[in-house]
C-alpha cells in the first residue's frame, strides 16, 4: 500500500504548488489592481 501511494503523492504536491502559485498571483494582481485604483 505504501509502495502505491508514493508515486501518487508527487504529481498531488507539484498540482498543490501550482495551485498556490495561481491563488498568489491572483492576490498579487488583485493588489495592484486596488493600489492603482486608489491612486488614479
Given at each position: 500500500m505504501e509502495e502505491y501511494t508514493t508515486p501518487l503523492r508527487c504529481p498531488m504536491?507539484?498540482?498543490d504548488k501550482a495551485?498556490?502559485?495561481a491563488t498568489?498571483?491572483?492576490n498579487?494582481?488583485?493588489r495592484l489592481m486596488s493600489i492603482t485604483g486608489m491612486s488614479e
Open positions: 504536491i507539484q498540482a495551485y498556490s502559485r498568489n498571483v491572483l498579487f494582481v488583485k
